[in-house]
């Protein structure tokens, strides 16, 4: 700590402060403009101007001086007001003034400092800029004319998000931010340059003009769309969720989100809600009471073992403990399931062998604190953008090591220093083998190592796994293989991540264990940095494992239950909020099952594929609508409540399963917060957690590991001569199938594509949006062509989240699917 | 006191008034003179032939009754206009706090006091009755 004094007041503050930190942790107020606590200091803009005696008075930036013991500064002299007012007028002489029109009005700080230091004229003239306002994309509009070339924008955008879409150009009076080629802002809008303006130079569009800020409601909420849990305010009027406010003091992440977080949030108000329980009458759905929606719904649920029920993650932890008793105690079967039975096998199988639990043994956290980062494939920053941010602050300030192993590249292959090891898809489990082979063979491994079971079985069934065997079937090289093993075994503190999802058949029990062994080897396991954190997809995965929610014992999986609707087996089949028919592997598949079962109960926000099939259709709510918990990734319980009022009729699972319950003779837990009680009471790591104590931070639920080494079984790459690999995936603005109803997400992304090599295009005599036909044996497909460097030759790649285009047409849920491309 | 000497006075003043110009207004057949400042119905005041209002949410903010409902929109060359403009006259207190916060001068009120109406949906005046004709 650090002596100085302050405004005559003797205060203390740590010796990496600047003299704004060192005000502000004591309480004092330093008006700023240019600066923002996540970015590196600027010194742009002079606002925060101090005096300090010992620079002989001088008027010095506070943002951008640091501390030193025994400074004397003060921070309001009538010198110093009269240069703030200077710095106000010489900004306000080229502002446009515009502040009626303006929609920052009200939540913008040059509004705010103006009025505070009551600048009411200008001694200076000039004329105001005339500088183009690019309306080009849907998302953010950029009005060069009210910019006061702070750079925050600029800086979020390198810093953090690591895009790189604006800079300034032009010099002198002429200074603005542009983007490449001054052409319009064409990037991945994430929508962090437009939370960090301080002015009204970048907006949200899709806000525009809805409301002032003041009168926005600010209700803190938990993202519904993946497994990050980043923390959002949702701005609302008139039971209408408008916008989602940045507040820079939310959650691990400081308030950053994705494209999809910030500007996917319009499915909670959508038009297209379903607002009514619908009943099958006649060959048609139409519109009935919830009596007598929820009277058909207890009379098929009393089928006993051949009822079935299938749930999305995004239910709470409440709903879904919830819908397991009912299934379980009330009607009396274990056939529950949810992400098709193979998107949470690395937690619900392979962690549990080898860790001995369902959740990963780090936390997000553990990110920055590392030393070395082993990211299997580039898709992670796809399907958690904010976990990208992290990986690249680590690589960017700290210094992190960063490898990826993926079967094309991306947007994380392009951070400094970082490897890419591209290897033919569905060879990653070989892979991983090796490397733990050569981390044996290189006497690499931790001392404690060979005394976890399984470490003779590993040992003997890794011999088949040599760098130089590996390397001709993975198209690695056997020192690119040992290189992997050296850097990650010699690092201090070494993370690996990977992501899952309905999209990533490949990333199971299989791939979880692994790299569970490359951990457990190296002793890379259960300390700070350390560890294996796997991404699950949806808000609440972690949550639907954790509840218990998939097969166990003698109940169907997902695919065995679509199985068992198509030979007769499940006469009754209650899905809650997923869309088997868009996102389950082998559609032909799923539809004939959802055909031939004799009765479908769909409870979802919209009549989705599946919904339209159904013969029950309960309008459920949104997480926006209802109270509960959302356990994220890396097992933060996180606690949400209403910011809206429900809309039209539709009642929340929790209630929809509480009547339920009731209606067959069980006793229904009086709310959300007595089921979580029931809950914590028998969940590990959740024991003592209450609604009222997870506050706005939430906690986390700690992870016991009990070690023991896998045998992972790696599958054959497949090859066909003339044929092309596809391996399916997320894109980075969509998330599972409800971000088809963000208007966000679908302006920037509105269509599945195929995504191919140049060499392959060029093979194929194929250029850029032609439209080509891809076939499998499961089926053909028409998509759009997209050309991009990032694909090795022989690979193409096709996005899951589009009902228009399903890939699962053409994709029976293996992780690799041979096809043919032709225009 | 002489008991006549009342009556006489009283008749005395209601026969001076028989002589001088009624004070009440024979409304409606007579109109009232309304002060310059009177606060009756608001007018939006129009130039270049298209409402001045921004829709800034301004007036809406400041209106204690909060009777003034904006929505705000584009037109075809990004400019921002009142795409709805509505004053509820059944809650208004007629203090013109609305007039005053306008930051463009988009707003009056006008010496219109007939605000009697059969329904009260009438009563909610929109942007086309408000407009200045
Ligand atoms: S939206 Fe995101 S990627 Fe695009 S310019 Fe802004 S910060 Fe950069
Ligand atoms: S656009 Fe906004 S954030 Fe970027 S430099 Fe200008 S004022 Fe700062
Ligand atoms: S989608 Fe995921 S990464 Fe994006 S804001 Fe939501 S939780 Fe965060
Ligand atoms: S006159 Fe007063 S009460 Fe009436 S609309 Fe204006 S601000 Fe509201
Ligand atoms: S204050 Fe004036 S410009 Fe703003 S909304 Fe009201 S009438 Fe329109
Ligand atoms: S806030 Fe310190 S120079 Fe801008």
Redesign the pocket.
């Given at each position: 700590m650090v002596n100085l004094i302050i405004n005559d007041k003797p205060v203390t503050a740590p010796k990496d402060s600047t003299i704004y930190d060192a005000a502000k942790i004591n309480g004092i107020k330093i008006p700023i403009l240019c600066h923002d606590k996540k970015l590196k200091p600027f010194g742009a803009c002079r606002m925060c101007l101090v005096e300090v005696e010992q620079m002989k008075g001088r008027q010095i930036p506070a943002c951008t001086t640091p501390i030193t013991e025994g400074m004397i500064i003060q921070t309001a002299t009538p010198d110093i007001i009269k240069a703030r007012k200077l710095v106000l007028e010489l900004l306000l002489l080229n502002h446009p003034l515009d502040c009626p029109v303006c929609d920052k009005g009200g939540d913008c700080d040059l509004q705010n400092l103006t009025y505070e230091y009551q600048v009411n004229s200008n001694r200076f003239v000039d004329s105001k800029f005339q500088h183009k306002i690019d309306y080009n994309n849907p998302?953010?509009e950029r009005d060069m004319n009210r910019c006061v070339l702070c750079g925050k924008?600029v800086r979020?955008?390198d810093q953090i998000?690591g895009?790189?879409?604006?800079t300034f150009i032009d010099r002198g009076i002429e200074t603005k931010i542009g983007?490449e080629f001054e052409d319009g802002?064409n990037?991945?809008?994430?929508?962090?340059?437009?939370s960090v303006c301080p002015v009204g130079s970048?907006l949200a569009r899709p806000f525009k003009n809805k409301a002032r800020f003041w009168a926005l409601t600010k209700h803190s909420s938990v993202c519904g769309y993946c497994g990050t849990g980043c923390n959002l305010t949702l701005g609302v009027k008139d039971n209408k969720v408008l916008t989602t406010i940045y507040d820079e003091n939310q959650g691990f992440h400081k308030g950053q989100l994705c494209?999809r977080g910030r500007f996917g949030y319009q499915f909670i108000n959508s038009e297209k809600r379903l607002m009514t329980p619908l009943v099958r009458k006649n060959g048609n759905l139409v519109e009935a009471t919830w009596e007598e929606a929820l009277e058909i719904v207890t009379a098929r649920l009393r089928g006993g073992t051949s009822v079935a029920a299938l749930a999305t993650a995004r239910l709470t932890n409440e709903e879904l403990s919830l819908f397991k008793k009912l299934m379980i105690e009330n009607v009396g079967s274990k056939n529950i399931d949810h992400s098709g039975g193979y998107a949470h096998s690395a937690l619900t199988e392979g962690f549990t062998r080898s860790f001995g639990t369902t959740a990963a043994p780090s936390t997000i956290l553990d990110i920055q604190k590392s030393d070395y980062l082993l990211v299997v494939k580039t898709d992670a920053y796809e399907t958690h953008p904010v976990i990208g941010f992290e990986i690249n602050l680590a690589v960017k300030n700290n210094g992190v090591k960063l490898t990826i192993l993926s079967d094309k590249r991306g947007k994380l292959s392009k951070l400094p220093d970082a490897r890419t090891a591209v290897h033919v898809p569905g060879s990653e489990v070989a892979v991983l083998n090796a490397i733990c082979k050569s981390i044996l063979d290189q006497k690499l491994i931790s001392a404690t190592a060979a005394s976890i079971p399984g470490f003779a079985q590993l040992e003997s069934a890794l011999a088949a796994y040599t760098p130089e065997a590996v390397a001709s079937q993975s198209g690695l090289t056997a020192a690119e293989i040992n290189q992997i093993a050296i850097d990650y075994a010699s690092a201090a503190k070494a993370l690996i991540l990977f992501p899952t999802g309905l999209a990533y058949a490949g990333h199971n029990a299989e791939l979880a264990s692994a790299v569970a062994n490359l951990a457990l080897l190296t002793g890379k396991v259960g300390s700070e940095g350390c560890g294996v954190l796997c991404m699950n997809e949806k808000n609440n995965s972690q949550g639907a494992v954790d509840m218990g929610f998939y097969a166990q014992e003698d109940g169907l999986n997902a695919l065995k239950i679509l199985d068992a609707c198509t030979s007769g087996a499940v006469k009754t089949l209650f899905i809650a909020g997923e869309n088997p028919l868009a996102s389950y592997p082998n559609s032909a598949k799923v539809k004939s099952a959802l055909d031939a079962v004799e009765c479908l109960i769909v409870s979802d926000l919209f009549l989705t594929e599946t919904a339209a099939r159904a013969d029950v259709v309960l309008p459920a709510c949104s997480y926006a609508e209802k109270e509960g918990t959302f356990t994220s990734t890396d097992r933060r319980v996180q606690y949400i409540k209403p910011a809206i009022k429900k809309i039209g009729k539709s009642r929340t699972d929790f209630e929809i399963f509480s009547s339920l319950i009731v209606a067959l003779g069980g006793a229904a837990p009086a709310s959300p917060a007595a089921e979580f009680a029931a809950i914590s009471a028998v969940t590990p790591g959740y024991a003592g957690m209450t609604h009222t104590g997870l506050g706005v931070e939430g906690c986390f639920a700690p992870v016991e590991v009990k070690p023991a080494f896998v045998v992972p079984q790696s599958a054959a790459t497949p090859v066909e001569a003339g044929k092309l690999a596809l391996v399916t995936g997320s894109v980075l603005y969509h998330n599972g199938t409800l971000s088809q109803h963000g208007e966000g997400p679908m302006f920037v992304c509105p269509d599945a594509y195929i995504e191919m090599s140049r060499a392959d295009a060029r093979n194929k005599t194929i250029i850029e949006d032609d439209l080509v036909t891809v076939s499998s044996p499961s089926g053909t497909l028409q998509l759009k062509a997209k050309i991009t460097p990032r694909m090795p030759e022989g690979v193409v790649f096709i996005p899951y989240h589009f009902p228009a285009a399903p890939v699962n047409k053409v994709w029976s849920g293996s992780a690799v699917t041979m096809v043919t491309v032709a225009k | 006191m002489n008991p006549i000497a009342p009556i006489i006075n009283g008749l005395s003043i209601t026969l001076k008034h028989m002589f001088m110009k009624p004070v009440t207004l024979q409304y409606p057949s007579e109109r009232p003179k309304v002060a310059t400042r009177y606060r009756g119905l608001h007018g939006l005041k129009v130039s270049h032939s298209r409402a001045k209002c921004v829709a800034c949410y301004l007036c809406p903010t400041v209106c204690p009754a909060k009777c003034i409902t904006v929505e705000a929109g584009e037109d075809s060359s990004h400019n921002k206009i009142a795409t709805r403009y509505e004053i509820d006259m059944l809650r208004c207190i007629f203090c013109g706090y609305c007039v005053e916060a306008c930051p463009v001068d988009a707003l009056k009120m006008t010496g219109e006091f007939e605000l009697a109406n059969y329904s009260r949906e009438d009563f909610i005046y929109s942007k086309e009755r408000l407009l200045e004709k």
């Open positions: 998302l953010i924008c979020i955008c998000v895009y790189g879409a604006l983007c802002l990037c991945e809008f994430c929508g962090s340059c437009v970048l494209a | -």
